[in-house]
């Protein structure tokens, strides 16, 4: 590849288009319907290519087939070990692309195609191994039970599971669902972002190539109130997960409580606190704030968006924001000295542009950003306001932008009290060098993730999801198994049966 890994020069040019088409029982093909749509490149606003449109009438064949693979077919009944090698092998093809994988995210997302190589696949990697080496050490307990019976119980895949994922980690969420669905036996089909068709359809291909059986990872891509519907309404799919919105949550969950009941998981929205106190190092404390709330122009749900600062250390630490925010590169993600890239699309940069102009009106100050930048495409600048009130709308929504939100307080009470004042609960971050006050907020604040001293830690190991608006169920770790997962108790008379 043109890659240049000494950083120094861009060569890397975006990449082909080979995929466009849904991927149904092990092969590509156009919907029923025929329709397509345009993605976009939010470098330009250009189209990248046309994709191919599922609605109602392809997912019905998509569950057909993963049905078809599930109740017949082999995957939910060969060995765990036998699907881990075949997993292993999947991770093998995707690590020979990561490149070109890396850089579809790049165009089709916006993301920092750096990023793509040294994070996102490494760790989508991690997770499928770690759950490739999960798949034959699926069981469950003996149980002593009373009187006369004894029993134990089985750990069963839980059946046709669909996958709707968000825009703005295409490949790691894509993984974080299909690997632990596929550990357990489950076939799945996956509704990728509108905004990010591409690299699941590359995924699919390298999942054939692998030797995952046809109808056991089916990609549908298409729009929200269309094919993600038919996946969350339909009759004969048993689980389905969710990243996204909140808003959309609300409506996946109302769909499987008038359809058949079938399990939920809801990974959602959040509006996380970074709480730094006076013993911080305030260098460290505004690195960790800039990358908290900038990396991935703050178009991930656990963006570190409102900023608590303890007073001692405020002042200096609002300086040294503002020049970090200054100094943060935007660009094309696909120059390695960039550190911020577009924003998705034109709805997302029009939508972070308004609660900028919205946080002004309300009070706040702005420090620095705020605007637009780049000739095109959709970039909005590292953006930091100060004088932030709890109840402005900066401070309770989701902005999902790189917008970050300064606050000021005096005692641990007060910041514990302030970090909990959200309808959300996904992640927290603390920054102290004492380990009497991290501890007690670490078990004060109520959210899904604690990271002390850090920021982003995630690990294929530990489990993520949220508390209260953010949702529930956890991806990743062994917890993140159990929503693919059966339960089911087996009874035997212990001596003579009583029949
Ligand atoms: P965002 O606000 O981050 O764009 P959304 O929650 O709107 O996130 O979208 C996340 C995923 O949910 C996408 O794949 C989208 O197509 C899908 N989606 C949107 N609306 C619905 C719906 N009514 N039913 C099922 N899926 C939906």
């Keep these: ?90 991770a093998d093809l995707i690590e020979q692309h990561k490149e070109e994988l890396a850089a579809l995210d790049s165009i089709d997302a916006g993301k920092l195609f750096t990023a793509g190589v040294h994070n996102d696949i490494p760790h989508s990697l991690n997770i499928l191994r770690y759950y490739a080496g999960a798949a034959d050490k699926i069981h469950g307990e003996t149980l002593k039970l009373s009187g006369e019976y004894q029993g134990y119980t089985l750990k069963e895949p839980i059946g046709v599971v669909g996958h709707i994922i968000p825009w703005n980690f295409p490949t790691t969420l894509f993984f974080l669902k299909v690997s632990p669905a596929l550990a357990a036996g489950c076939t799945m089909i996956v509704k990728p972002a509108e905004q990010t068709p591409l690299s699941a359809l590359f995924f699919a291909h390298l999942a054939k190539e692998a030797g995952i059986p046809d109808g056991v990872l089916n990609v549908v891509n298409g729009f929200g109130n269309t094919a993600g519907a038919a996946i969350s309404s339909h009759m004969d799919v048993d689980a389905v997960s969710f990243t996204g919105s909140t808003e959309v949550g609300r409506l996946i969950m109302e769909a499987a409580a008038k359809s058949n009941l079938k399990s ?16 911080a190092d305030v260098d460290m404390a505004v690195a960790l704030a800039s990358l908290a709330i900038f990396y991935n122009k703050g178009e991930i749900c656990v963006a570190g968006s409102r ?75 590292p953006t930091i306001f100060t004088d932030v009130k709890e109840d402005m709308l900066i401070a309770e929504d989701e902005i999902f932008g790189p917008v970050m939100c300064l606050m000021k307080f005096k005692t641990i009470e007060e910041a514990i009290e302030k970090a909990n004042a959200t309808r959300y609960g996904l992640a927290a971050g603390i920054v102290t060098k004492d380990l009497n006050v991290a501890n007690r907020v670490s078990r004060s604040v109520r959210a899904g993730s604690i990271w002390i001293n850090c920021y982003f830690a995630f690990d294929p190991d530990a489990p993520f999801g949220g508390y209260k608006l953010s949702g529930f169920g956890r991806d990743s770790g062994l917890n993140g198994l159990d929503k693919y997962l059966q339960v089911k108790s087996v009874v035997t008379p212990l001596y003579n049966s009583p029949w």
């Design 1 to 90: 590849a043109e890659y240049n890994s000494n950083g120094k020069s861009h060569e890397f040019k975006a990449p082909e288009i080979k995929f466009t088409k849904l991927f149904i029982n092990g092969v590509f093909v156009d919907s029923l319907s025929g329709k397509t749509f345009e993605t976009i490149d939010p470098r330009n606003g250009e189209v990248i290519a046309r994709v191919s449109e599922g609605g109602k009438e392809d997912v019905d064949l998509a569950v057909k087939a993963a049905r078809q693979a599930f109740d017949h077919g082999k995957w939910p009944r060969m060995s765990g070990y036998g699907r881990g090698r075949i997993m292993m092998k999947f």
């Design 264 to 279: 939920v998981s809801l990974e959602l929205g959040g509006k996380s606190p970074l709480i730094i106190f006076d013993d």
């Design 307 to 381: 900023v608590f600062v303890q007073e001692g250390i405020y002042d200096e630490f609002v300086k040294k924001a503002a020049e970090s925010a200054k100094k943060w590169v935007v660009g094309d993600p696909l120059d390695p000295q960039v550190q911020q890239g577009p924003q998705v699309d034109k709805q997302q940069f029009e939508k972070v542009l308004s609660y900028i102009a919205h946080g002004t009106r309300e009070g706040a100050t702005l420090l620095t950003g705020g605007k637009p930048c780049c000739d095109k495409g959709y970039y909005i600048e």
